[in-house]
């Protein structure tokens, strides 16, 4: 593999600073949070793009741990329908990189004027979205100037931590704390493993990324990474959703990567996917999922052992290295894929 290294892998081994900053900012925000929190029985979370894949890890934390229904809304139900939804009872939570984005900020005003608290989760401090929220949580990524988000997600995922302890989630803040210094080990740790997963899938158009709970933000979002710098045909499932149907896509030019924490209620159907689909003929490349899911793949790549609660966070670096390795194997530039723009305006 080449040795050179891009602004996307630079900003990558940032990380574990990033969220110690991000959690010393963010974790004495737990009381405002609390007291917000109190005004409301749901949670509704606004975003686009990898901000909405972390979404989807604030939906599955909060509604596995404080007993809160979480939904993902439709911004167009506000920008271009304009239809008026009561939402007295509900924390709106608004995710966006830059805090910029026109219709997030418009749909959390839309909230707020449908009876919604808000939040604010950005890590452009200033920006419209952190003015206007009721809480802000400013993580603190510092500038992000590759195209596709890196710190600035796994900082996201660090708030959504956050904001699960401030609404009463029965977490421990000591297992949060100690994820950026098991991230720093991973990227100080060899990659070998990594770049084997790396030449494997040069030459593939496409690949298939299966997560479930917890997991099931990690396969979108390391699916929208393959897509966006490697320009693979990559698609993110629930391995639930896999089993419907997609699955038939899974052949020897189709491989599937399964992503998984170490332990947890999802491991084993993981494990049994990965199982099924070498049984099919088609390589299996396992991120996480400890030995049983390492054992039943042809390659695969370590996280740390963290509880499954915080195991998106860690399980994301391994996904954003190998795409910013294939990125410049396959001899694109993963810095600036083609087409994009750092803030992407939507209506």
Request: aromatic share 4%; proline share 5%.
């Amino acid at each position: 593999m080449s040795t050179t290294t891009s602004v996307m892998r630079s900003e990558i081994n940032e990380q574990p600073a990033a969220l110690r900053r991000t959690l010393d900012v963010l974790l004495p925000q737990t009381t405002e949070i609390a007291a917000l929190a109190k005004e409301t029985r749901q949670v509704l979370f606004i975003a686009r793009g990898s901000s909405d894949n972390a979404a989807v890890y604030g939906s599955y934390l909060l509604q596995a741990h404080s007993g809160r229904l979480a939904t993902l809304a439709s911004p167009s139900i506000a920008t271009t329908y304009g239809a008026e939804v009561d939402l007295s009872g509900v924390l709106a939570v608004a995710i966006s990189q830059s805090g910029k984005t026109e219709e997030i900020v418009e749909t959390m005003n839309w909230a707020a004027r449908c009876g919604a608290r808000t939040v604010g989760i950005t890590n452009g401090a200033g920006s419209p979205m952190a003015e206007i929220a009721d809480v802000a949580l400013v993580t603190q990524a510092g500038d992000e100037f590759a195209v596709p988000a890196t710190k600035t997600y796994t900082a996201q995922l660090a708030a959504l931590a956050v904001l699960a302890l401030g609404v009463g989630a029965d977490l421990s803040e000591d297992e949060l704390r100690a994820v950026p210094d098991a991230i720093g080990a991973t990227l100080a740790g060899p990659e070998d493993s990594i770049d084997a997963i790396v030449e494997s899938l040069i030459g593939v158009s496409g690949a298939v990324v299966s997560g479930r709970g917890m997991a099931f933000s990690t396969a979108l979002e390391a699916a929208l990474k393959l897509k966006e710098a490697c320009y693979l045909h990559a698609m993110g499932l629930s391995y639930a959703d896999l089993l419907h149907g997609p699955i038939a896509v899974v052949d020897g030019l189709t491989p599937a990567l399964l992503v998984a924490a170490n332990s947890g209620p999802t491991l084993a159907g993981t494990v049994a996917l990965a199982e099924r689909v070498r049984a099919a003929g088609a390589p299996a490349y396992a991120i996480g999922g400890g030995a049983a899911l390492a054992g039943a793949c042809d390659l695969s790549t370590g996280i740390p052992d963290l509880p499954e609660w915080l195991a998106p966070i860690s399980l994301i670096v391994p996904a954003q290295i190998i795409t910013e390795k294939l990125a410049r194997g396959l001899g694109y530039d993963p810095d600036a894929p083609r087409s994009l723009n750092k803030v992407t305006q939507t209506s």
